[in-house]
């Protein structure tokens, strides 16, 4: 379980994460753009930095491998070099003209005649050295200690001739190797006697020679002074060079260190240092760089990267900061404008509505404030159109209220008529009258937008009574409507009109009887009812102005745009009429509508 402690920071760490989410979830879109572009610019810049470090590590890797290399490399070229001349020290205390000429300054007592042998000795040291690249000079001390030497004619002290010499007695015949300091480095041998028949390898004096240390490096190392510097040390003493970069006591550090390179800070400063041991002499090469002058090109680089992030960041937040700009400060603008649009206050808004944006503009910005305008612009007219509304509903329902007095007196003036013509037995007047009456009560009526099929078919009925008084047995009247349609609910007034537009554009024109059928289908749902005619039909450009309204049926006014119009007002644009006609072929309308059953009518005519 945790602790009383681990749980309280748990919780703490719970309710920081919870408090950033819930602020940053509530700022704006101004603060939100400025963080996002911070946080991208840091996280691409740590990405940069990582990969920046990553190479870098391998190129520093890389630079040390390289370094030791290179260092092997010097160090081989070196010590073949000093293979050579281990080679002519062999060539010299084997050559038999001087084997000959020491044996006989050895055993020779006349002072001139070892005078002559010592010339001769040297003479033949100078064809030795003359062949010689990187040999300074070349030196046979004999057993009394006498010097001959070619080449470069530096004096050997006492002190030093002493050493040599019991260097190479030590060696007995081998090759050794005696650095003297200051850059001087000489190689020692013991001549042995072997010639003719005294093969007897007693000593016969000792060679020494003088190599030029310094032009073997500088022609076989592949860095210049400006990269560093190489040494050699023999642990004890320096070999190379007479100046060293680093002092004694460091140089002794430096190869107590374990790893072959490495980093490391002496009294100059920091070094980089790569080092190898010679398994031919023992010593040791070391190649010391200062790390600012190896590195400084790496940290011009990381120097430079981290100045154009910081740029690069700053211009991203200026250019950011503006751009939200540009996006917050017109919504800011929206946003007060719908505030005054709460209160009501809809005064200059259409004016003020582009303020924040140039027209010019054509981003989502502008496009966002033109669409606002518009809004207003609308809202006015809704209102305008609103107002003016009311005040002709008022002005309808007042003349209704005025109008109300002529229906009932026109009622009872016709059931009074209908008594007179019962009374004087008159059937088919006293017929007309109550078709005209039911009529008129039916179509006077507004209350329902929606009536049963029954009903509207019988105020057609009555409509064609009237109409069959006139025009007697030329009106052929017939109905197609099956019994199970009969509650189906249309418009008021969709059938009565389209009769009424039969009789006045097909019977009328003609002297002939004119068959009017009226014909009701259901099919998935929907309702078709027909209205027919074969009377002399419609020309194209009058069809075309009826389509449009602009002919209307006689008597109520009520044309085909209204229908159409009360249809779509009331079940939608997909539902509506469609006439046909041709010339001398007759006129068909059919009128599409949902098939809707007597309680759906009710609770649709109760809800309009």
């Not at 520093?60 to 290179?70: A, C, L």
């Not at 020491?102 to 070892?114: C, G, N």
């Not at 022609?219 to 004890?236: A, E, K």
Request: with cysteine; net charge neutral.
């Amino acid at each position: 379980m945790l602790s009383w402690t681990g749980q309280e920071e748990r919780r703490r760490r719970h309710v920081l994460i919870t408090y950033f989410k819930s602020a940053y979830k509530n700022a704006g879109i101004h603060h939100k753009m400025v963080l996002l572009i911070t946080v991208l610019m840091l996280v691409n810049f740590a990405v940069v930095a990582v990969i920046l470090k990553y190479v870098f590590h391998i190129y520093d890797n890389q630079m040390y491998k390289k370094t030791s290399e290179v260092l092997n490399i010097s160090s081989i070229g070196i010590e073949n070099e000093l293979k050579d001349v281990e080679k002519v020290t062999f060539k010299v205390i084997t050559d038999e003209q001087l084997q000959r000429y020491l044996l006989q300054l050895e055993k020779e007592t006349s002072p001139y005649v070892k005078m002559v042998l010592r010339k001769k000795i040297t003479n033949r040291l100078i064809a030795f050295a003359g062949s010689e690249t990187y040999v300074y000079s070349m030196m046979v001390i004999d057993k009394e200690g006498q010097v001959m030497s070619a080449g470069n004619r530096e004096g050997i002290p006492q002190e030093l001739r002493s050493t040599l010499t019991e260097l190479a007695d030590e060696y007995d015949g081998s090759h050794a190797w005696y650095a003297a300091g200051h850059s001087s480095l000489l190689a020692a041998r013991q001549f042995k006697s072997f010639t003719d028949s005294n093969f007897t390898l007693n000593g016969l004096g000792t060679l020494a020679i003088r190599v030029r240390i310094d032009r073997i490096v500088a022609d076989r190392v592949q860095t210049s002074g400006r990269d560093g510097q190489l040494m050699i040390t023999d642990g004890r003493r320096m070999i190379y060079p007479e100046t060293p970069l680093l002092s004694e006591s460091d140089i002794q550090a430096e190869l107590g260190r374990k790893q072959p390179y490495g980093i490391a800070t002496y009294t100059g400063g920091t070094f980089f240092a790569a080092q190898i041991k010679s398994s031919y002499t023992g010593w040791t090469y070391l190649h010391i760089t200062p790390f600012d002058d190896m590195f400084r090109s790496i940290t011009i680089i990381k120097e430079i990267v981290s100045a154009i992030f910081v740029i690069m960041l700053l211009i991203a937040l200026a250019l950011g900061t503006r751009l939200s700009g540009s996006i917050t400060q017109p919504i800011v603008q929206l946003i007060q404008n719908m505030r005054k649009i709460e209160k009501g206050d809809l005064d200059r808004l259409e004016e003020e509505a582009l303020g924040a944006v140039p027209l010019s503009t054509q981003d989502e910005v502008g496009l966002l404030h033109r669409t606002y305008k518009k809004m207003i612009r609308r809202i006015r007219e809704l209102i305008n159109e609103n107002v003016a509304k009311q005040l002709l509903l008022r002005e309808t329902e007042l003349k209704a209220l005025q109008a109300q007095i002529n229906p009932h007196f026109l009622y009872n003036t016709l059931e009074s008529v209908n008594w007179l013509a019962k009374a004087n037995k008159q059937d088919r007047i006293s017929e007309m009258v109550e078709a005209l009456a039911f009529l008129l009560r039916s179509t006077v009526s507004f209350e329902e937008q929606l009536i049963p099929l029954q009903k509207e078919l019988d105020i057609v009925r009555s409509y064609v009574t009237i109409q069959k008084t006139r025009f007697d047995e030329r009106l052929d009247f017939h109905l197609d409507v099956p019994e199970e349609l009969m509650d189906a609910q249309i418009p008021k007034l969709t059938l009565q009109p389209l009769v009424e537009n039969a009789i006045h554009y097909a019977l009328e024109p003609r002297i002939e009887p004119c068959r009017i059928t009226i014909v009701v289908r259901e099919s998935e749902g929907a309702l078709f009812l027909r209205v027919e005619d074969d009377g002399p039909g419609m020309t194209s450009d009058f069809l075309e102005k009826l389509r449009s309204g602009q002919i209307t049926t006689r008597g109520r006014g009520i044309g085909l745009a209204n229908i159409q119009e009360r249809i779509n007002l009331t079940f939608g644009t997909p539902w509506g009429i469609e006439l046909h006609s041709e010339s001398g072929a007759g006129t068909l309308i059919h009128v599409c509508i949902p098939y809707v059953k007597g309680d759906q009518g009710r609770v649709q005519g109760a809800t309009g």
